[in-house]
């Protein structure tokens, strides 16, 4: 059981805009930034965006990040089917005392 | 370039121990804290712990506390990670990965290793 909690799945067709949630608490969504990464089939994660909503060199601008409250969201705009991943958020809990992860999303591009 | 190198897959029996290698290159080894976070087939990801390297000092996930311990040779620009009394459900990918702190001082593991299988098994 993730402390963050993930739609399991998500999907859409190329070039349509789909979402990702990501739900917490005031423990760690609620008052610290969220991260974003992409794992592809048998890699390492990648970081997508930290911060909430800043992208590291290289990603396209077709991926954004939001938050608001306890939740998170990561949005891919012009989808490609290069984007089918596992997409996770994370973040910084101050109860656990680490960091925590959502469950992930597979997503599916039709 | 940023990079991290890890060792290569282990397979062990319950109750014995592991130790995974992380090698850094492309950045000042001591300047970034370096974390350890395991996924499981088909699941999640899990924090394991992380390591100073400039001081050693370490903090560990409460689930690992007492099996786990980080270390680091800065010579070689290499942290470990050792995890003991090895169990089924410890058949994970671990991670090593890099802590950055953004100019709010916010933190985000921002390179990661390739990952490394280990299978515990009898």
């Known amino acids: 059981q993730s402390v963050l909690t993930q739609p399991p799945s998500a999907s859409g067709t190329p070039g349509q805009r789909v979402t990702i949630s990501c739900s917490g608490s005031?423990?760690?969504?609620?008052?610290?930034?969220v991260n974003w990464y992409q794992q592809l089939p048998g890699t390492a994660p990648k970081l997508l965006i930290y911060?909430?909503?800043q992208r590291p060199s290289g990603v396209p601008d077709r991926f954004s990040g939001s938050k608001s409250g306890t939740s998170a969201s990561l949005a891919i705009s012009g989808l490609q089917s290069e984007d089918e991943a596992h997409y996770f958020c994370?973040?910084?809990?101050?109860?656990?005392?680490?960091?925590?992860f959502g469950g992930g999303t597979k997503l599916t591009v039709l | 370039q940023v990079q991290l190198a890890q060792s290569g897959a282990e397979v062990k029996k319950p109750g014995a121990s592991m130790k995974v290698s992380c090698k850094a290159s492309?950045?000042?080894?001591?300047?970034?804290?370096m974390n350890w976070v395991r996924q499981a087939p088909g699941q999640g990801l899990e924090w394991m712990g992380w390591?100073?390297?400039?001081?050693?000092?370490?903090k560990y996930a409460q689930k690992f506390q007492g099996r786990v311990t980080m270390t680091r040779d800065t010579s070689i620009s290499t942290a470990y990670m050792e995890l003991n009394r090895l169990r089924s459900d410890d058949t994970a990918v671990y991670y090593c990965?890099?802590?950055?702190?953004?100019?709010?001082?916010?933190?985000?593991?921002?390179?990661w290793g390739q990952g490394t299988l280990v299978t515990v098994s009898s």
């Open positions: 492309g950045y000042t080894f001591t300047g970034y804290y």
């Open positions: 990965a890099r802590l950055q702190v953004d100019r709010s001082g916010w933190g985000y593991l921002d390179f």
């Open positions: 911060s909430n909503n």
């Open positions: 005031s423990s760690n969504i609620g008052s610290k930034t």
């Open positions: 994370a973040t910084w809990d101050d109860s656990l005392n680490g960091w925590v």
């Open positions: 390591i100073n390297p400039n001081s050693g000092d370490t």
